[in-house]
């Protein structure tokens, strides 16, 4: 169902097309531009909050500067999509985040006005830094270069190490645009937070941020004396936030705001006059997240992402099915860890800036002093959780699997290289969906399984979940002082009674799910569900699949590998991850280690990337869901009667 664009927004193909627009139209266009994506994300679900909280925003950067031969580059892409509606997409923007369609995030493939490709969180500055350079080096002077990052996203190390490089290369063309809105999914923690707080609330700042912009709206009629009144401004602006010095000041960054950014008029004229503005400069725009859509600005973690709803009424859909259906996975992790805790005072439980997304917020509230947000930070919160297992603590360390990534170093050097038993638990590990390659989990088994001193497992269902999480935690298991990392899917598990009394796993022990005679699949994790379900289908075409749940990617069941290789030549492995280093690479590892040579297929994630989709869309697409499997089975045993 395609949405229809308000009388300005149908004439903006291009920002080339805003820019032919009169000031005193861009209010109508904002409105107009807001009320699209409501609309369409209503009826196609999305990202929501971000992107209206960024609408005046969006439409004074493309009106003031010459984009794309100016750079602007969004931290993350939540807030991009009034960006992808005003840059040539708004008659394709329905097809947002499904699969075959626009991206949910700006992709330097996907348009030119994309300058970056981003998902993760925090890398704005860096490459509007690096760009900026890359300019100068190139003899381009005049070229701007525009990182637009969330508060949530300020808090990331990453963009510190930016903004210090960016304090000392004077010449860097680099506009920052700090978009403060207290949240990023969650609201946001830490000190930072507090900070801008204080200079958002503190009544001496905002006289002196009044007087700032008055003279900065009157810098036009100065010529070239604007320079010196621009310099006197800076040095009123240092120590006047609450009586201490400007964070930002302090890192060589001229700093200017907090400025209302749903102001669509002030907000054009200070960027004009930035924009002449040397060197590396930051601007404080102060939003709202959900603007314009009531019930998003009250809840605004339950509207970043809604899904399908009611624009009117603002009910979200939801399946209304009579039947119990299964929990989600992150569910199972929040209630089971709690459960843990209340036997185990040792717990605590840890995550970047992701509560709700991980559930570990279940945690937060029945246990609020030892449950800890650490903000976007994972490195941090990787060598925060292996400092609390120095003291004898069992911290479960919940991070998204793609974005582990981020703390890769940490979970080697300061987790595994120590010997400390932290319990890694990767949520959105294999195909993440509608969010694509940014948020795909496709390498934590390979990534992790070469380390030392770390166990790698994934259950193949909630029961099994609170197993492995229960057995983490057994003092047993964590005086042998391995790292524990348990991987899981997004989205619902497989068992609707699955409270069951927790059990503990021997580590490295696989188990037999079905006797078999033509060929023996082994899979790792959820997707075991789907072979068990391609399994049942060659059983009725009178076929005998035996069928292995591995458990453990590290160490492996090499007593239960023996049985399948005496037995079968013919194998196949199914794991949601990459083959490249993956599960099924292990099992060859171990057939060429122990000398057996059966024929071995592997199905998982492909060397390539992979777009978004539906879970089921990609696992169909890269040949391992459940027919994918099916057919791989029958090709399988073809070749075996031809070579018979």
Known sequence: MLVTPGKLLEGVQTPKDLRKLKKDQLPQLCDELRQYIIDTVSIHGGHFGASLGVVELTAALHYVFNTPSDKLIWDVGHQAYGHKILTGRRDRFYTNRIYGGISGFPKISESEYDAFGVGHSSTSISAALGMAMGSLHNGDKKAQHIAVIGDGAMTAGMAFEAMNHAGSLKDANLLIILNDNCMSIDPNVGALREYLTDITTSKSYNKVKDEVWNLLGKMSTFGKSAREIVSKIENSLKGAVTGNSNLFEALNLRYF???????????????????????????????KKGKGYGPAEKDQTKWHAPGLFDKVTGEIKKSNSPIPQPPKYQDVFGHTLVELAEKNDKIVGVTPAMPSGSSLNIMMKAMPDRAFDVAIAEQHAVTFSAGMATKGLVAYCNIYSTFMQRAYDQVIHDVCLQGLPVVFCLDRAGFAGADGPTHHGAYDLAYMRCIPNMIVSAPMNEEELRNLMYTAQLPKIQNDKNAFTIRYP??????????????????????????????????????????????????????????????????????????????????ITVEDGCLMGGTGTAVMEFMADQGYSAKLKRLGIPDRLVEHGEQEELQAECGFDAEGIRLACLEMLVEKKLEA
């Open 257 to 287: 705001g907090p400025i209302d950014g749903h102001d669509i008029d002030h907000l054009v004229a200070v960027l004009e006059d930035l924009k002449n503005i040397p060197g590396p400069k930051i601007l404080h725009c102060i939003t």
């Open 490 to 571: 997004r989205g619902k598990g497989v068992m609707v009674d699955w409270r069951r009394p927790l059990q503990e796993i021997e580590i490295g022990k696989g188990r037999k799910l079905k006797n078999g005679s033509d060929l023996a699949i082994l899979s790792i994790g959820h997707i075991g569900n789907q072979a068990a379900e391609a399994i049942e289908k060659l059983e009725k075409e009178g076929l005998e699949i035996a069928h292995y749940d591995l458990r453990f990617v590290k160490p492996l069941d090499e007593k239960m590998l023996h049985e399948v290789f005496q037995q079968f030549d013919k194998v």
